[in-house]
């Protein structure tokens, strides 16, 4: 008997798409929440989620954290940023503000994006991109990272600034002053082709 169904489990980061309307609704596949202390990160061989490390200090992420389908940082992401040497050869990364709790990771969601953090990690562009929930009550009508309150800001750039910290040593990693939509959207649209430069073209 045929089925049109994949009997196997796609790969989120190559088998997912990049989401409906990209580079302005993406989809978003969730490694972390705000309940967890531990840092997950997708196996980039297997596809299922691996323990990276427990988080090194009290803050945790204080949004859904995760990365972007078949979107690769590469040389033109990393021209992109003053200061970075290259990209971080690693998906870009996604922070997602949502109204209910979502407590578990590993699920896909379309995120609206409205702007980003620029972040220097040991040289390398690693931007984050923030966006809202799509069709969140509360969330969804936020069209730029400007209309959201700061405090979800700072605690963004907080999180990212100590999130590899230890006590005495000095720290990696560097996050600038936030961009808007309209950039996080270039960001996008120039990850979209490093991973097609890389990897080959989407899949839809």
Known sequence: MSSSFNRWRPHPW??????PR??????????STPF???????DKQTGYLRVDRPHRTSSLPP???GFIPQIYCGKRVGALMDGATQGDDDPLDICVVSDRPIDRAELILNAHVVGGLPMLDDGEADDKIIAVLEKDHVWSSVNDISELPQS???RLIHYFSTYKSLLGEDPKVHVGTAYGREHAEKVIQLSITD???KFGTLSS
Do not use: M, S
Request: aromatic share 12%; hydrophobic share 40%.
């Open 22 to 31: 990209a580079p302005r609704v993406v989809h978003a596949y969730i490694e």
């Open 63 to 65: 949004t859904l954290y």
């Open 195 to 197: 991973y097609q430069d």
């Open 36 to 42: 967890n202390h531990i840092k997950y990160e997708v």
């Open 14 to 19: 190559h088998e997912i798409d990049v989401g």
């Open 152 to 154: 979800i800001v700072e």
